[in-house]
């Protein structure tokens, strides 16, 4: 079966930290791209973080220098390391694959790029 699932959510207080973990199965991992996307309420979803088959890294403005994206194949596994959280961090965090081994400049931050979508972990700072 072809799918993402997230765990790892939780509420924490500002300036915490949480590990969100997806676990892929059904497909070939290691090819993929994946990236973590956010939707809190009233808002759209929006890419936060990204990673290629060749560990190549983008960030939204929002996140970085804050949030660590990291994959292990061995494991079928994506990770986001967030750190120093604040309370605009809330939302449903939900991790995607993308068909591709690397991706072309501008398409990372497009909704259409990805295929597969986990169902959401929830993530709030208060």
């Known amino acids: 079966h072809v799918q993402l699932v997230e765990s790892g959510g939780a509420s924490v207080k500002t300036g915490g930290m949480v590990q969100l973990s997806c676990v892929a199965s059904?497909?070939?991992?290691?090819?993929?791209?994946l990236a973590w996307f956010r939707q809190a309420p009233g808002a759209e979803r929006e890419m936060i973080a990204g990673?290629?088959?060749?560990?190549?890294?983008k960030y939204s403005d929002a996140v970085k220098g804050r949030f660590t994206i990291s994959r292990d194949n061995a494991k079928n596994t994506l990770y986001l390391q967030m750190d120093s959280l604040k309370p605009e961090d809330t939302a449903m965090y939900y991790c995607?694959?993308?068909?591709?081994?690397?991706?072309?400049?501008?398409?990372?931050?497009?909704?259409?790029?990805?295929?597969?979508w986990g169902q959401g972990t929830q993530v709030t700072v208060s």
């Open positions: 059904g497909f070939n991992m290691p090819s993929y791209c």
């Open positions: 990673i290629d088959s060749v560990d190549t890294r």
């Open positions: 995607a694959s993308a068909r591709n081994p690397q991706l072309p400049r501008g398409t990372w931050f497009l909704g259409g790029t990805w295929q597969l």
